[in-house]
């Protein structure tokens, strides 16, 4: 089973941006389709974005269209998310997730999840 770890989360500044990183302990990386989800206080994990095994298909959620990219660095067994003008209702702990090949928007359908990492931007 493929491990994950989250890292980059911080406190920001509305309008700033940040890059998230998803580092995956497995070599089979090119297997997983690896998302991103956030939870807010109170809320419920949503999807935010992701990106099939093979790296040629991605999904971003309506609220970060245009303002987030996600992409998979299969060398470095990493993926990314970067994050531009940002606002305050962006502040959430931040979750990646994997799944084998293809990307779901649905929390059930990820079996492996790394422990999160908080954004936090002030308005």
């Known amino acids: 089973q493929v491990q994950l770890a989250e890292s980059g989360g911080g406190l920001v500044q509305a309008g700033g941006s940040l890059r998230l990183s998803c580092a995956a302990s497995?070599?089979?990386?090119?297997?997983?389709?690896v998302a991103w989800f956030r939870q807010a206080p109170g809320k419920d994990r949503e999807f935010v974005a992701g990106?099939?095994?093979?790296?040629?298909?991605?999904e971003h959620a309506d609220f970060v269209k245009g303002r987030v990219t996600i992409s998979k660095n299969f060398a470095k067994s990493l993926v990314y998310l970067q994050m531009n003008s940002l606002k305050p209702e962006d502040t959430a702990v931040y979750y990646c997730?994997?799944?084998?090949?293809?990307?779901?928007?649905?929390?059930?359908?990820?079996?492996?999840w790394g422990q999160g990492t908080q954004v936090t931007v002030s308005s």
């Open positions: 990106v099939s095994g093979g790296g040629g298909v991605k």
């Open positions: 497995d070599r089979t990386f090119g297997n997983y389709a």
């Open positions: 997730a994997a799944r084998p090949v293809t990307v779901s928007r649905s929390v059930d359908e990820y079996t492996q």
